[in-house]
């Protein structure tokens, strides 16, 4: 016989089942190129009825929320790791070297985010909150920044954009290795060394 127990349990299941249907369905679609997915497209791509999609997110908002949740840690860990003692010019290397892997590597998360950051606010806030970690991770890995007057720094981390890899390689079609060098000259250029 089954209890009551069961049946809430078993319901529960289904619920979270359907839950992370959708929000692998939108990363699948954020993955494919489709940084802004409807509520529509997401519940095809989950093959749930569009109800049940607003039963499990009150609005688009959550689910990128949720998205975002699911994605970020791995993220951000993209921008760790490298060389971070020895000499400054190994350090810069290196520091380029892991950021551009990392835009490489998140693209198209990093694209979504662009796209909906202006009409999204935990994204605009999470945005905002990585700009700041990335800053003080940037900073710990090459504490000569620290160094620099305000506005070199400030055009240092700008170096150091998504916004600036993705225009070298998509607009201007710089090669990953070409990239690399440039914003390693301008780095360099920036610490005077």
Not at 82 to 110: H, P, Q, W
Not at 145 to 159: I, K, N, P, Y
């Amino acid at each position: 016989m089954t209890t009551i127990t069961q049946l809430s349990d078993g319901r529960r299941r289904r619920t979270e089942r359907s839950r992370q249907a959708m929000i692998d369905a939108a990363l699948s679609l954020i993955l494919g190129g489709n940084f802004a997915p409807t509520a529509k497209q997401i519940s095809e791509e989950a093959n749930v009825g569009i109800r049940s999609f607003f039963r499990q997110f009150e609005d688009m908002e959550e689910l990128f929320a949720a998205v975002d949740e699911q994605t970020v840690q791995a993220a951000i860990g993209s921008f760790s790791g490298g060389i971070r003692k020895g000499c400054l010019e190994d350090r810069l290397t290196s520091l380029v070297e892991t950021y551009s892997s990392a835009f490489e590597e998140n693209k198209m998360l990093l694209m979504t985010t662009q796209s909906l950051r202006w009409r999204s606010d935990h994204i605009k806030e999470n945005y905002a909150k990585h700009q700041r970690l990335s800053k003080t991770n940037i900073e710990a890995w090459i504490p000569e920044v620290l160094e620099l007057s305000e506005t070199d720094r400030t055009l240092l981390h700008a170096q150091l954009s998504f916004e600036l890899w993705h225009r070298l390689r998509e607009h201007q079609g710089v090669s990953l290795e070409e990239g690399r060098k440039m914003i390693l000259r301008v780095l360099s250029l920036l610490l005077n060394r």
